[in-house]
């Protein structure tokens, strides 16, 4: 049984950084890509960056050039460092492999 679980969120005050894990369990992360998705309250899922290989990575134009996302095979996990946070990434985040999702971590910014 595949379990993904997202840990790292919190508060976080304009202009700060996070790094957000998705471990997996039941499954190898390293065969497919992995995604980060956000959804912010009254808002619809979004989806924010995808890693398919150590050198082929996409991103949602509104995190581009904050956000970071990476995979390390050896701990079957991706990571999702969030830096220079606005107001507008408040959500919980989501990470997905194929047709699984984990159950969330919060991100909060706020002043």
């Known amino acids: 049984q595949v379990k993904l679980v997202e840990s790292g969120g919190g508060l976080v005050q304009p202009g700060g950084s996070l790094r957000l894990s998705c471990s997996a369990s039941?499954?190898?992360?390293?065969?497919?890509?992995v995604a980060w998705y956000r959804q912010a309250p009254e808002k619809e899922r979004e989806w924010v960056a995808t890693v398919i290989s150590d050198t082929v990575k996409n991103y949602a134009v509104s995190v581009r050039g904050r956000f970071t996302i990476a995979r390390d095979n050896a701990a079957n996990a991706v990571y999702l460092q969030m830096n220079s946070l606005e107001l507008e990434d408040t959500a919980v985040y989501y990470c997905r492999y194929g047709t699984d999702w984990g159950q969330g971590t919060q991100v909060r910014v706020s002043s």
């Open positions: 039941g499954t190898s992360l390293s065969d497919y890509p």
